[in-house]
Protein backbone atom coordinates (compact mmCIF):
# COMPACT_ATOMS: atom_id res chain seq x y z
CA UNK A 1 0.00 0.00 0.00
CA UNK A 2 1.64 3.60 -1.02
CA UNK A 3 2.25 5.55 1.95
CA UNK A 4 2.89 9.45 2.40
CA UNK A 5 3.48 10.40 6.12
CA UNK A 6 4.49 14.10 6.12
CA UNK A 7 6.20 15.98 8.96
CA UNK A 8 8.52 18.96 10.49
CA UNK A 9 5.91 21.55 10.48
CA UNK A 10 5.36 24.12 12.93
CA UNK A 11 5.06 27.77 13.95
CA UNK A 12 8.04 29.87 12.63
CA UNK A 13 9.47 33.93 12.78
CA UNK A 14 9.95 35.43 9.30
CA UNK A 15 13.10 34.40 7.76
CA UNK A 16 13.18 31.77 9.39
CA UNK A 17 13.90 28.01 8.07
CA UNK A 18 12.30 25.17 8.29
CA UNK A 19 12.84 21.34 6.69
CA UNK A 20 9.31 19.17 5.70
CA UNK A 21 10.16 15.13 5.47
CA UNK A 22 7.56 13.23 3.70
CA UNK A 23 8.43 9.29 4.34
CA UNK A 24 7.60 7.17 1.50
CA UNK A 25 6.17 3.32 1.57
CA UNK A 26 4.79 1.33 -0.24
CA UNK A 27 7.12 2.35 -3.64
CA UNK A 28 10.52 3.82 -4.39
CA UNK A 29 10.90 7.41 -4.23
CA UNK A 30 13.78 7.30 -5.84
CA UNK A 31 12.20 6.02 -9.66
CA UNK A 32 8.97 8.42 -9.40
CA UNK A 33 8.64 11.63 -9.68
CA UNK A 34 7.83 13.26 -6.23
CA UNK A 35 6.16 17.07 -5.44
CA UNK A 36 5.76 19.86 -2.81
CA UNK A 37 1.92 21.30 -3.50
CA UNK A 38 1.11 23.90 -0.66
CA UNK A 39 -2.43 24.99 0.20
CA UNK A 40 -2.33 28.07 2.15
CA UNK A 41 -5.83 28.63 4.83
CA UNK A 42 -9.05 29.18 2.71
CA UNK A 43 -7.04 29.41 -0.32
CA UNK A 44 -6.44 27.15 -4.18
CA UNK A 45 -3.90 24.08 -4.42
CA UNK A 46 -0.38 25.59 -5.39
CA UNK A 47 2.75 23.63 -6.66
CA UNK A 48 5.68 24.05 -5.21
CA UNK A 49 8.80 21.48 -6.40
CA UNK A 50 8.97 18.77 -8.46
CA UNK A 51 12.09 16.53 -8.20
CA UNK A 52 12.24 14.34 -11.15
CA UNK A 53 13.55 10.35 -11.22
CA UNK A 54 16.81 11.52 -12.81
CA UNK A 55 17.51 14.26 -9.94
CA UNK A 56 16.59 17.47 -12.17
CA UNK A 57 14.45 19.95 -10.25
CA UNK A 58 11.92 22.20 -10.45
CA UNK A 59 10.29 25.38 -9.08
CA UNK A 60 7.48 27.74 -8.50
CA UNK A 61 8.89 31.16 -9.02
CA UNK A 62 7.22 31.86 -5.83
CA UNK A 63 10.18 30.04 -4.09
CA UNK A 64 12.73 29.59 -6.52
CA UNK A 65 15.99 30.30 -4.37
CA UNK A 66 14.45 30.05 -1.30
CA UNK A 67 13.31 26.25 -0.87
CA UNK A 68 15.27 23.26 -2.02
CA UNK A 69 13.47 19.92 -3.28
CA UNK A 70 15.89 16.77 -2.02
CA UNK A 71 15.26 13.46 -1.34
CA UNK A 72 17.52 10.73 0.50
CA UNK A 73 17.35 7.18 -1.33
CA UNK A 74 18.33 5.35 1.50
CA UNK A 75 15.43 6.65 4.30
CA UNK A 76 13.35 6.73 0.84
CA UNK A 77 11.95 9.88 2.01
CA UNK A 78 11.22 13.36 0.40
CA UNK A 79 12.53 16.77 1.74
CA UNK A 80 11.47 20.46 1.50
CA UNK A 81 14.29 22.81 2.93
CA UNK A 82 12.52 26.06 3.11
CA UNK A 83 15.01 29.34 4.32
CA UNK A 84 13.94 33.16 3.90
CA UNK A 85 10.60 31.94 5.24
CA UNK A 86 7.59 34.60 4.90
CA UNK A 87 3.95 34.99 5.66
CA UNK A 88 2.80 34.19 2.75
CA UNK A 89 4.76 30.59 3.08
CA UNK A 90 1.72 29.59 5.41
CA UNK A 91 -0.10 26.61 4.22
CA UNK A 92 -0.77 23.14 4.41
CA UNK A 93 1.86 21.67 2.78
CA UNK A 94 1.23 18.42 0.65
CA UNK A 95 4.25 15.94 -0.77
CA UNK A 96 2.34 14.03 -3.69
CA UNK A 97 3.58 11.44 -6.36
CA UNK A 98 3.73 11.74 -9.87
CA UNK A 99 2.28 9.28 -12.21
CA UNK A 100 3.37 9.25 -15.89
CA UNK A 101 0.77 9.93 -18.06
CA UNK A 102 1.23 9.85 -22.03
CA UNK A 103 4.36 12.19 -21.43
CA UNK A 104 3.09 14.32 -18.49
CA UNK A 105 2.56 13.33 -14.74
CA UNK A 106 -0.14 14.02 -12.24
CA UNK A 107 -0.46 13.48 -8.77
CA UNK A 108 -2.15 9.97 -7.67
CA UNK A 109 -1.04 9.74 -4.12
CA UNK A 110 -0.90 12.64 -1.68
CA UNK A 111 -0.02 13.06 1.77
CA UNK A 112 -2.25 13.94 4.70
CA UNK A 113 -0.31 17.49 4.83
CA UNK A 114 1.92 19.45 7.26
CA UNK A 115 0.74 23.15 8.78
CA UNK A 116 3.88 25.44 8.28
CA UNK A 117 2.75 28.87 9.94
CA UNK A 118 5.13 31.63 9.69
CA UNK A 119 4.33 34.11 12.53
CA UNK A 120 6.07 36.09 14.73
CA UNK B 1 4.33 32.92 -15.06
CA UNK B 2 1.99 30.12 -16.30
CA UNK B 3 -1.91 30.40 -15.13
CA UNK B 4 -4.81 28.20 -15.44
CA UNK B 5 -8.17 30.50 -15.08
CA UNK B 6 -11.48 29.18 -13.47
CA UNK B 7 -14.76 30.53 -12.43
CA UNK B 8 -14.78 31.26 -8.71
CA UNK B 9 -17.67 29.62 -8.21
CA UNK B 10 -20.75 27.03 -10.34
CA UNK B 11 -24.02 26.23 -7.95
CA UNK B 12 -26.63 23.79 -9.57
CA UNK B 13 -29.83 22.17 -8.33
CA UNK B 14 -29.54 18.26 -7.32
CA UNK B 15 -29.74 15.98 -10.34
CA UNK B 16 -28.72 18.95 -12.49
CA UNK B 17 -25.52 19.58 -14.41
CA UNK B 18 -22.76 21.62 -13.81
CA UNK B 19 -20.12 22.53 -15.70
CA UNK B 20 -16.72 24.27 -14.69
CA UNK B 21 -14.15 25.36 -17.46
CA UNK B 22 -10.84 25.92 -17.14
CA UNK B 23 -8.71 28.01 -19.66
CA UNK B 24 -4.93 27.89 -20.24
CA UNK B 25 -2.74 28.92 -23.45
CA UNK B 26 -1.14 25.19 -22.96
CA UNK B 27 -4.22 23.34 -23.42
CA UNK B 28 -3.96 22.22 -26.85
CA UNK B 29 -0.94 21.09 -26.38
CA UNK B 30 -1.12 19.97 -22.48
CA UNK B 31 -3.58 17.17 -20.87
CA UNK B 32 -5.74 18.69 -18.11
CA UNK B 33 -6.35 16.83 -15.37
CA UNK B 34 -9.21 17.49 -12.39
CA UNK B 35 -8.99 17.03 -8.93
CA UNK B 36 -11.83 17.30 -6.10
CA UNK B 37 -11.03 18.41 -2.53
CA UNK B 38 -13.04 18.61 -0.21
CA UNK B 39 -13.06 20.41 2.94
CA UNK B 40 -10.25 19.41 5.43
CA UNK B 41 -8.99 16.42 2.74
CA UNK B 42 -6.33 15.84 0.32
CA UNK B 43 -7.40 16.67 -3.52
CA UNK B 44 -8.99 13.67 -5.31
CA UNK B 45 -8.27 12.56 -9.16
CA UNK B 46 -11.57 12.42 -10.52
CA UNK B 47 -10.67 13.35 -14.53
CA UNK B 48 -7.08 12.51 -15.98
CA UNK B 49 -5.53 13.42 -19.88
CA UNK B 50 -8.50 15.40 -20.57
CA UNK B 51 -11.26 12.77 -20.51
CA UNK B 52 -10.49 9.82 -18.72
CA UNK B 53 -12.49 8.36 -15.72
CA UNK B 54 -10.55 6.83 -12.81
CA UNK B 55 -11.52 3.17 -11.53
CA UNK B 56 -13.72 4.59 -8.79
CA UNK B 57 -14.99 8.02 -9.73
CA UNK B 58 -18.77 7.93 -10.92
CA UNK B 59 -20.10 7.94 -14.55
CA UNK B 60 -21.64 11.13 -13.73
CA UNK B 61 -18.11 13.02 -13.84
CA UNK B 62 -16.76 13.88 -17.49
CA UNK B 63 -13.85 15.94 -19.07
CA UNK B 64 -13.21 17.34 -22.37
CA UNK B 65 -10.85 19.83 -24.06
CA UNK B 66 -11.12 21.93 -26.94
CA UNK B 67 -8.28 24.49 -28.11
CA UNK B 68 -7.27 26.72 -24.86
CA UNK B 69 -10.32 25.41 -23.01
CA UNK B 70 -10.91 21.84 -20.90
CA UNK B 71 -14.44 21.37 -18.92
CA UNK B 72 -15.29 19.08 -16.85
CA UNK B 73 -18.99 18.07 -16.36
CA UNK B 74 -21.11 16.77 -13.70
CA UNK B 75 -24.60 15.12 -14.84
CA UNK B 76 -26.97 14.39 -12.45
CA UNK B 77 -25.08 16.69 -9.42
CA UNK B 78 -25.38 14.67 -6.16
CA UNK B 79 -25.35 16.78 -2.90
CA UNK B 80 -21.77 14.57 -1.97
CA UNK B 81 -20.07 16.56 -5.23
CA UNK B 82 -20.23 19.74 -3.48
CA UNK B 83 -16.17 20.26 -3.06
CA UNK B 84 -13.70 22.21 -4.73
CA UNK B 85 -12.15 21.70 -8.25
CA UNK B 86 -9.27 22.48 -9.57
CA UNK B 87 -7.87 22.07 -13.26
CA UNK B 88 -4.41 20.80 -13.72
CA UNK B 89 -1.91 20.59 -15.98
CA UNK B 90 1.94 22.01 -17.02
CA UNK B 91 3.36 24.92 -19.11
CA UNK B 92 4.89 24.36 -22.41
CA UNK B 93 8.10 23.36 -21.05
CA UNK B 94 6.13 20.46 -18.96
CA UNK B 95 8.76 21.42 -16.31
CA UNK B 96 6.27 23.79 -14.59
CA UNK B 97 3.19 22.32 -12.80
CA UNK B 98 -0.08 24.65 -12.13
CA UNK B 99 -3.45 24.12 -10.93
CA UNK B 100 -5.90 26.35 -12.04
CA UNK B 101 -7.67 29.30 -9.24
CA UNK B 102 -10.26 26.53 -7.93
CA UNK B 103 -14.44 26.68 -8.84
CA UNK B 104 -16.37 25.71 -5.45
CA UNK B 105 -19.78 23.60 -6.37
CA UNK B 106 -22.65 24.06 -4.74
CA UNK B 107 -25.19 21.45 -4.72
CA UNK B 108 -28.55 22.75 -3.07
Known amino acids: EVQLVESGGGLIQPGGSLRLSCAAS????????MSWVRQAPGKGLEWVSVIYSGGSTYYADSVKGRFTISRDNSKNTLYLQMNSLRAEDTAVYYC??????????????WGQGTLVTVSS | SYELTQPPSVSVSPGQTARITCSGD??????AYWYQQKSGQAPVLVIY???KRPSGIPERFSGSSSGTMATLTISGAQVEDEADYYCYSTDSSGNHRVFGTGTKVTVL
Open chain 2, 26 to 31: ALPKKY
Open chain 1, 96 to 109: ARERDSNGAAYFDY
Open chain 1, 26 to 33: GFTVSSNY
Open chain 2, 49 to 51: EDS
